[in-house]
């Protein structure tokens, strides 16, 4: 249950006109690390509604024959469902999530907002830009099909299958080339943390900057803040 996608609706009484919240959850994770979020949004007055990314879930081997296809295709289907219900749809993405979700931006320009939580589009780990590895790796399987992860969370997978990794670049790769073909129209909201183990904040930071996005803000959370010679970055002392 706690795994299972969901959707919330705010109260009857709400006077708000009709708008929808897509939350998508981030690589090993499950719709249930989305919860807190959908409660707010639901006091706001959004319809909410979560997925469940192919592969996540069920258990870690279930992503080792996934494809960033398969993720993509899934976020078009939410959207294309609320969009049937209500033009005002925004999408509030962690990680891989907010890949998928800048993605879905340069196919949907209709979107209200993006609300991008440490987005995965430059992995900190040297091993997932090696995507070309992949081939050779999986001749060692399965000694090499899992990369482990070191927290332990029963709503996520502990492990990560190389694979999975593997697509995850992928997906980060076509998303760069597809935004150096176009821009993005979409009001985007970034926040992520400078201490951030998993993605590169510096290569993150100058993606964002070379965005072509009209209206744009970042959070960056920092122990020992610095100045940032880009309008659109706020830092904050965390």
Not at 40 to 65: C, D, F, K, M, W
Not at 70 to 93: H, K
Request: with cysteine; aromatic share 10%; charged share 15%.
């Amino acid at each position: 249950d706690y795994n299972s996608p969901f959707e919330w609706l705010p109260s009857p009484t709400s006077h708000t006109p009709p708008k929808a919240m897509l939350l998508i959850h981030g690589l090993l994770e499950s719709p249930f690390s989305m919860r807190d979020l959908a409660q707010h949004y639901v006091q706001q007055g959004y319809r909410v509604r979560s997925i469940v990314l192919p592969g996540h879930g069920t258990q870690a081997n279930q992503l080792e024959n996934i494809h960033h296809q398969q993720w993509l295709r899934a976020t078009d289907y939410a959207l294309q469902a609320l969009f049937e219900l209500t033009n005002d749809v925004s999408i509030t993405a962690v990680s891989l999530g907010a890949t998928l979700a800048l993605h879905a931006a340069t196919q949907y320009p209709m979107l209200k907002h993006l609300i991008l939580i440490s987005p995965a589009l430059a992995p900190q780990s040297n091993w997932m830009n090696h995507t070309r590895l992949y081939g050779f790796m999986r001749v060692f399987q399965p000694l090499l099909r899992y990369r482990y992860h070191k927290r332990q969370d029963y709503c996520k997978y502990s492990v990560i299958p190389i694979r999975a990794g593997a697509e995850a670049c992928r997906l980060m790769l076509k998303l760069h080339q597809r935004l150096a073909e176009q821009s993005c129209h979409v009001p985007l909201f970034v926040s992520i943390s400078a201490q951030d183990e998993v993605v590169s904040v510096k290569r993150l930071l100058n993606f964002f900057s070379g965005l072509n996005t009209p209206k744009k803000h970042l959070l960056l959370y920092d122990r020992d803040p610095q100045p940032q010679a880009d309008s659109h970055i706020e830092v904050i002392n965390s």
